[in-house]
């Protein structure tokens, strides 16, 4: 079975960048997308960006738009979400998630139920 198994979360100060991968243990030709979800303490989890495996369109969350990057490399079945100028308000757990259908707008994109696979999360803290 397919598993998603993120990584390069940690402590960062504020106005500090994170870049978080999501690797694949193998690429099911059935994916068409990966993305980013996040979820503070006591908050429910929310879509950061999501990437096509094929045309490569990218999604994001207005919140996220001006201090994130989501990008990939299919030959490594891996997807990245880079961070810049992080506020402690970024303090989540991120999530990477896999889909077999299609999305054409970030409202579409950003529903969970899309989603066919989940990976354990890392957590991120930003100091302040």
């Known amino acids: 079975q397919v598993q998603l198994v993120e990584s390069g979360g940690g402590l960062v100060q504020a106005e500090g960048s994170l870049r978080l991968s999501c690797a694949a243990s193998?690429?099911?030709?059935?994916?068409?997308?990966m993305a980013w979800f996040r979820q503070a303490p006591g908050k429910d989890r929310e879509f950061v960006a999501a990437r096509s495996w094929t045309s490569h369109i990218t999604f994001y969350a207005d919140s996220m738009k001006a201090r994130s990057t989501i990008s990939g490399d299919n030959a490594k079945n891996t997807v990245y979400l880079q961070m810049n100028s992080l506020k402690p308000g970024a303090t989540a757990i991120y999530y990477c998630?896999?889909?077999?259908?299609?999305?054409?707008?970030?409202?579409?994109?950003?529903?969970?139920?899309?989603?066919?696979?989940w990976g354990q999360g890392t957590q991120v803290t930003v100091s302040s």
């Open positions: 998630a896999a889909a077999t259908n299609y999305c054409w707008s970030v409202h579409d994109c950003a529903r969970e139920e899309n989603y066919d696979l």
């Open positions: 193998e690429r099911t030709f059935r994916t068409t997308r």
